[in-house]
């Protein structure tokens, strides 16, 4: 995880102009099933109002290891287990190197 929490303090570091940090940012939480919670605000970005439709890993079953991505209301929201954070990270990435 270093590698990912290391550039995604430096994207976001990126973003911080004065005025964005105070109305967006970063959201990490953890979700009671149990799992990971990851939101990250496009608004003011270079990547605001882009799409990306739900893509799902591993979410049948009872894996530990699943994850679902997403972009909604100008937010990439990524979820998974309790184990898939540095993915979470690593999917957001690979979504704007994408672009």
């Not at 994207?11 to 102009?17: K, P, Q, R, S, V």
């Not at 990250?40 to 893509?55: F, H, N, P, Q, W």
Request: net charge negative.
């Amino acid at each position: 995880m270093p590698d990912e929490l290391t550039r995604l303090q430096s994207w976001y570091d990126e973003h911080c102009n004065g005025d964005w940090e105070h109305s967006y940012g970063v959201h990490i939480e953890t979700l009671d099933n149990p799992g990971w919670s990851l939101r990250i605000d496009l608004s003011g970005t270079e990547y605001s109002g882009r799409k990306l439709a739900m893509v799902e890993n591993g979410i049948s079953g009872a894996k530990r290891t699943w994850t679902a991505y997403y972009i909604e209301n100008d937010q990439f929201c990524a979820a998974g287990g309790p184990s898939t954070l540095p993915l979470l990270i690593g999917c957001f990435f690979d979504w704007i190197d994408s672009q």
